[in-house]
């Protein structure tokens, strides 16, 4: 098994209620968590799942 290398998400303020992301697979796969620890618990979702949520997010204005 690989080690993922997750990254926190530019929005986070202070504190550790923030989303983490992590690729795997050679991009077959996208890692999501909302902890302290990401390794802990995750959603594996497509690459183009994400791509397709981040749209919608951004989208919606709220992002």
Known sequence: MSVL????????????ACVHVATA?????????????????????SPAAWSAFLQAVKSSGTA
């Open 25 to 45: 697979a050679h991009g077959a796969a996208v890692k999501v968590a909302g902890s302290a620890d990401p390794g802990a618990s995750h959603l594996t979702v």
């Open 5 to 16: 290398s997750w990254q926190k998400s530019s929005y986070c303020g202070t504190g550790e």
